[in-house]
């Protein structure tokens, strides 16, 4: 009995919930089509800009390497106009991509006062990926190197040095060269010498980096040598052409 009774419990609320549904459905029927349609339109949009980004990343990337392709065959101008097209129109990290390599071939034409502003423009982005980020910090500074004092290379510097940073090694070179340009030998040898020290600095950096502290070293001992040579500097040197009478050597 009671079973059946349950069973009968059963379906009369199953019966009360299909009338509540069907109520609802009448009251707010058209709103829970629009939104089924909705969805229905919004996963196909999505789907669809997902293709199309995707057909526009394929696009943009194939014009990538056809513009390095002109690069490699020394076609300078039509890879800057390639590459120029690609900074302000492609998707995704192309922009930046493209900035770099604008930035690059300038500095490989001379033209630094061209490089600095794409490498300046691509170390402020905040949407740029922080490697490459870094890497046109440091670009930047190394174009500044020649104009700058010290203390705005180090500035430019001073975050990319900190040893977490995946440029430090670089970064330290060039402070120390910075050092050196300002006559600061000290900061120049101590930052050389960190460098020489840490085992993760790339090879390239530590032979220049030997070289660097080898031309420290030169430059300290001509400045010990200096006070010695120049005692005799102010003194005249002797005429050859005299002799110790006060005559002519050659006795006329």
């Known amino acids: 009995m009671v079973d059946k009774n349950d069973t009968f419990t059963r379906e009369v609320e199953e019966e009360l919930r299909r009338d509540q549904m069907a109520k609802l459905?009448?009251?707010?029927?058209?709103?829970f089509l629009a939104a089924a349609v909705a969805v229905v339109v919004a996963v196909a949009g999505f789907k669809y800009y997902q293709h199309s980004q995707s057909t526009a990343a394929e696009t943009a990337g194939a014009r990538f390497v056809q513009a390095q392709k002109l690069v490699s065959e020394g076609k300078t101008d039509d890879a800057l106009k390639a590459f120029s097209v690609l900074s302000t129109s492609a998707p995704g990290?192309?922009?930046?991509?493209?900035?770099?390599?604008?930035a690059g071939l300038d500095a490989r034409s001379g033209r630094n006062e061209q490089a600095l502003a794409p490498y300046e423009k691509v170390a402020k982005s905040g949407s740029a990926d922080p490697l490459l980020r870094?890497?046109?910090?440091?670009q930047a500074a190394a174009m500044r190197m020649p104009a700058a004092d010290f203390t705005e290379i180090q500035n430019r510097l001073n975050d990319l040095a900190a040893a977490d940073n995946p440029w430090h090694a670089n970064a330290r070179e060039l402070l120390a060269l910075a050092a050196m340009k300002a006559g600061k030998l000290d900061v120049a040898r101590t930052t050389l010498e960190q460098l020489m020290g840490d085992r993760r600095t790339p090879p390239s950096v530590?032979?220049?980096t030997r070289m660097a502290l080898s031309r420290i070293v030169a430059a300290e001992q001509a400045a010990k040598d200096a006070p010695a040579s120049s005692g005799s500097e102010g003194k005249p040197a002797p005429d050859a052409s005299v002799d110790k009478g006060g005559k002519p050597a050659d006795g006329k």
Do not use: D, I, K, N
């Open 93 to 102: 990290a192309y922009p930046v991509l493209s900035e770099l390599q604008v």
């Open 206 to 208: 530590v032979e220049r």
């Open 25 to 31: 459905f009448e009251q707010y029927g058209t709103y």
């Open 134 to 138: 870094g890497f046109a910090q440091l």
